[in-house]
């Protein structure tokens, strides 16, 4: 089983990790009074309520430097302010070992749930994080000491603690210069591997996406899979758990797919629902242990 998480996760456990909880931040406000030129053009920007928009644009931004009197060296200063700021807001928005109140959640009930799956040695689990916070592992750790079934965790973009987040934007039809611009574009780090994750979706017949609202920035990990879907001669069982409305997210999956969503949902088993801060059932989750397969004894991830 593939268990993708995107901020939702965290958004559902009350947790302030909004591009908008970050623009009203006191890290964000004390560069942004500095006069940074990025700083008050983002905050001079809409509809700043996901990640995907603020990553949107820093490519308008990147696209159009003479027009707010920056210049490349300026951009990537600011920028690299930036995402020590963003880091620094994070470390500050984290699920402690105290942390509370969190028990009826849709995130928590994930968790349960994984837990359980573990510590029955049901199915071997991976789970690919895109948040740079440690929500998900904090929270389900310490791991099942019975575990046998393999079990991995990885944060794709890296996390708050670490010299390199993967953080910025693609540079889709070429929309600014590339050349010196490659701090602000996700594919040019140096730690950016998508190979993993592409092999796990092509693989892997029991996907849970949650929270994740597979936004154009992170187009290129999920594109393949989409195209190849409506082609797929197994059945592949998704479920989808989402922040933001399900409309947006099927034009996501639309695009991804060339627009063939129909002959997806024809050849799947897609199912939506939605995350509800204040939502206290279970049955989101009976994919999670609908299928066993055989005990096999094995080295851990």
Request: with cysteine; aromatic share 12%.
């Amino acid at each position: 089983m593939l268990i993708i998480i995107g901020n939702g996760f965290d958004l559902n456990l009350g947790l302030k990790t909004s591009w908008s909880n970050f623009l009203h931040s006191d890290q964000f406000r004390s560069h942004a009074a500095s006069n940074y030129t990025l700083f008050n053009y983002l905050q001079g920007s809409h509809d700043l309520n996901t990640w995907i928009n603020v990553e949107e644009e820093l490519a308008k931004y990147a696209s159009k430097l003479d027009n707010y009197g920056a210049s490349v060296d300026s951009f990537k200063q600011e920028f690299a302010v930036l995402s020590e700021s963003l880091k620094e807001y994070l470390s500050e928005n984290q699920v402690g070992e105290t942390f509370s109140s969190i028990t009826k959640t849709k995130s928590m009930h994930l968790i349960d749930k994984v837990q359980q799956i573990l510590s029955k040695n049901i199915k071997p689990i991976s789970v690919i994080d895109f948040n740079y916070t440690n929500s998900f592992k904090n929270l389900l750790y310490p791991l099942p000491p019975n575990m046998i079934n393999p079990f991995s965790i990885k944060n794709i973009h890296g996390t708050y603690k670490g010299s390199d987040i993967i953080f910025g934007c693609e540079n889709f039809g070429n929309a600014f210069p590339t050349r010196n611009m490659g701090f602000i574009i996700k594919s040019h780090a140096n730690n950016y591997n998508g190979a993993e994750l592409k092999t796990k979706l092509r693989e892997e017949s029991e996907i849970v996406i949650f929270g994740h609202s597979l936004g154009s920035t992170d187009h290129p990990y999920f594109k393949d899979f989409f195209m190849n879907l409506k082609n797929r001669t197994s059945p592949v069982l998704i479920k989808m758990f989402f922040h933001i409305n399900g409309q947006a997210l099927n034009e996501e999956m639309n695009i991804m797919s060339d627009y063939s969503l129909a002959e997806i949902k024809n050849n799947s088993n897609v199912t939506f629902d939605w995350i509800n801060t204040h939502e206290t059932s279970t049955d989101d989750f009976s994919l999670l242990t609908a299928r066993e397969v055989p005990l096999v004894k094995t080295a851990r991830y």
